[in-house]
């Protein structure tokens, strides 16, 4: 660990397999997966999550997908801030959000679950609310019904194109986060509507 760098960590909540691949719970991982073309890198498979490492503004980013299935994925991220000794200011979840509409991004600096079981796991492992997470807007103009079914589906054909410009977006988000802070972050890409 080379101790002159501040550390980042990324993490893009989903669940791993083909199976889960492009469903509206796995927004995580699709943007991470866009972050890391954008920068030309790969991830590596480590102990219980995808990795992968780049020098920005000369700190070290981690960026992170959680091979543990949603519900467990405070696991891989307290491993991480372990391994890596990142100061807990210095991380950011991605997850999705059905309680937003799609073409809608949150960032905050802290805060509740809001009943998501990745956030949930996160928050008891690491025993904390004090760390930042960009929720992703997720529910579409069809009836949700069954929660847990609705975050399960895939996205329509219309709403995969509107979802390009969300990912581009919301990997902008980050970028502003690690130059800029959360707070210029929240005034900045809060107010959004993504069309």
Known sequence: MDLRHDRYLIVGLGNPGKKYQSTRHNIGFRILDHL??????????????????????????IL???TTFMNLSGKAVADVIKKYGVDFSNVLIVCDDFNLPLGRIRIRSKGSSGGHN?????IESLNSIDFSRLRIGIAGQADIGDAVDFVLSTFDSSEEKQLKLIIEVASNCIEHFIYHGVNSAMNEFNRLLIM
């Open 64 to 66: 992170i997908k959680p």
């Open 118 to 122: 990745g956030l949930s796991s996160i």
């Open 36 to 61: 890391a073309t954008k920068f030309g890198l790969n991830f590596t498979r480590q102990d219980n999550y995808f990795a992968a490492e780049i020098e920005l503004k000369q700190s070290l980013i």
